[in-house]
């Protein structure tokens, strides 16, 4: 599935993602985390359209279980059709 994400990236590596509905709403919850993250290190927040596995918790809400279009797997393209997300 591709979904808006927001990524923070570590040192250049992503360290955690969380999945939106709009990229308004996503781009809202970057403003805050970057005026809120205290991590010390090299950091950047982003939000970009990425093809993640999804999962879902016990209240049906879906949630990112991973990232497949990552270094490991570049042959992965995000498909034409956007599917959003609930984060």
């Given at each position: 599935m591709v979904c808006i994400t927001l990524l923070l990236y570590v040192n250049g590596v992503v360290e955690s993602h969380v999945g939106h509905h709009?990229?308004?709403d996503c781009l809202k919850a970057k403003k805050v985390s970057?005026?809120?993250y205290d991590g010390g290190k090299p950091f950047r927040f982003t939000c970009q359209?990425?093809?993640v596995e999804v999962g879902k918790d016990d209240k049906g809400n879906n949630y990112i279980i991973?990232?497949?279009d990552t270094?490991?797997?570049p042959r992965i393209k995000a498909k034409s059709v956007t599917e959003k997300l609930g984060g």
């Open positions: 709009k990229m308004v970057e005026r809120t359209k990425r093809l991973r990232l497949l270094e490991e797997n």
